[in-house]
């Protein structure tokens, strides 16, 4: 994926601040055991925005669950300035730093939950319009969850290590059809982004 080409300069210096903030933070918090300024691009930006798609329908909301670091939600708010973001992590210290770097990006448009996704709040517990997840947890665990939060017309987009047919059974076992799945190779793991949608 060509960063240049699919987002602006404003928004490619957004990123690489942010991914400078890990690399910071990484050295105190543990964000992530990447040290190489190309693999926490390939890892953290390029492969977030595989959740973009097409892109975001005009004013969405979107869920991210197990945020971490800021993978996916992070480049997905950069790339999306037109639609909200709430960010859930359970880990204070990352949710801390989360709200950190959504200050220091001037991302107005993110929001964090400092809690488990089944606690949060009336106010922030949906219906979303998307749901994302970069591997929060099996699909079937993931997509349970996510689909308690969709809107009428909602969609889940994920990115994780396992099979196809865990994917296609789960989604099937919640009322959902498989939109898009792609299989491709990253690091030398095999890896697999889908979108699901209501049936």
Not at 2 to 15: I, P, W, Y
Not at 36 to 63: F, H, I, K, N, T
Request: proline share 5%; aromatic share 6%.
């Amino acid at each position: 994926m060509n960063l240049d080409s699919a987002l602006g300069d404003e928004q490619c210096g957004k990123l690489g601040n942010w991914l400078a903030l890990v690399e910071q933070g990484g050295r105190v918090m543990n964000l992530t055991g990447l040290k190489e300024p190309a693999e926490l691009a390939a890892e953290l930006v390029v492969e977030s925005l595989r959740l973009l798609g097409s892109g975001l329908p005009d004013s969405a909301s979107v869920l991210d669950i197990g945020s971490g670091q800021g993978a996916p939600v992070i480049p997905l708010a950069v790339a999306a300035p037109q639609c909200s973001f709430l960010a859930v992590e359970v880990r204070q210290r990352r949710a801390d730093f989360l709200l950190f770097a959504a200050r220091r990006l001037r991302l107005a448009n993110l929001s964090v939950a400092a809690c488990r996704v089944e606690a949060l709040p009336a106010a922030q517990s949906g219906p979303y319009d998307v749901v994302v997840s970069r591997a929060f947890a099996s699909p079937l665990e993931f997509i349970r969850i996510a689909r308690t939060l969709l809107s009428p017309a909602g969609e889940i987009r994920g990115i994780c290590g396992d099979s196809a047919a865990e994917i296609h059974s789960a989604a099937a076992a919640h009322g959902l059809i498989v939109d898009e799945l792609y299989e491709y190779e990253h690091g030398g793991r095999r890896r697999i982004s889908y979108r699901l949608n209501i049936s």
